[in-house]
T-cell receptor, first 114, second 115 residues
Framework: DADVTQTPRNRITKTGKRIMLECSQT?????MYWYRQDPGLGLRLIYY???????NKGEISDGYSVSRQAQAKFSLSLESAIPNQTALYFC?????????????FGPGTRLTVL | GESVGLHLPTLSVQEGDNSIINCAYS??????FIWYKQESGKGPQFIID?????DKRQGQRVTVLLNKTVKHLSLQIAATQPGDSAVYFC??????????????FGKGTLLTVNP
């Protein structure tokens, strides 16, 4: 969905490096999410934010941190990257006022930690 | 803990056949379910949703069936086309505290359509 963008799309880094993944949305949604996807494990929630002042841990938040700079921006940081954080990362948004919890996903960031 | 899972990790069908993708869920309190399609190199895209007060919902070429008695969800795709080849995920919405809900995703089924 072009309304949710992620940068970079691909990143290769080394163990111990600090990495930031950016997500921007033009949908005007209050809720934003970060997921990681690994083969055979589906999508797992890292962090989520229901508004600018709200940050919540998901099921696999260890080793990650987030920042909600504005309604439109939600960034994910790996303070000291490790190889098992190699995965596909997706940002998503949703609008609770719509009466549905459909989440709109960005195109993903493929992260490789060597 | 609560989980969402799929019976078949892969499904291969002939073009024009109907496809059925299944999903089992364990949270009896889940009130809303979504099916997503993920094509290679892309993020998941919404296909169809259903609320727990419904048994069936139809879209264009797709039908979702919900059986709350056995906690089972299925996605039926009619006249499957090569463009339907993708990974399909089910997701359930459960209460994560107060009025805040979040989705839990299944592991996905890879659908391959043979021409």
């Amino acid at each position: 969905d072009a309304d949710v963008t992620q940068t970079p799309r691909n990143r290769i880094t080394k163990t111990g490096k600090r990495i930031m993944l950016e997500c921007s949305q033009t949908k005007g949604h209050d809720r934003m999410y970060w997921y990681r996807q690994d083969p055979g494990l589906g999508l797992r929630l890292i962090y989520y934010s229901f508004d600018v002042k709200d940050i919540n841990k998901g099921e696999i938040s260890d080793g990650y941190s987030v920042s909600r700079q504005a309604q439109a921006k939600f960034s994910l940081s790996l303070e000291s990257a490790i190889p098992n954080q190699t995965a596909l990362y997706f940002c998503a948004t949703s609008d609770p006022t719509s009466g549905r919890d459909e989440q709109f996903f960005g195109p993903g960031t493929r992260l490789t930690v060597l | 803990g609560e989980s969402v899972g799929l019976h078949l990790p892969t499904l291969s069908v002939q073009e024009g056949d109907n496809s059925i993708i299944n999903c089992a869920y364990s949270n009896s309190a889940s009130d809303y379910f979504i099916w997503y399609k993920q094509e290679s190199g892309k993020g998941p895209q919404f296909i169809i949703d259903i609320r727990s007060n419904m048994d069936k919902r139809q879209g264009q070429r797709v039908t979702v069936l919900l059986n709350k008695t056995v906690k089972h969800l299925s996605l039926q795709i009619a006249a499957t086309q090569p463009g339907d080849s993708a990974v399909y995920f089910c997701a359930e919405r459960g209460d994560s505290g107060g009025s805040n809900y979040k989705l839990t995703f299944g592991k996905g089924t890879l659908l391959t359509v043979n021409p």
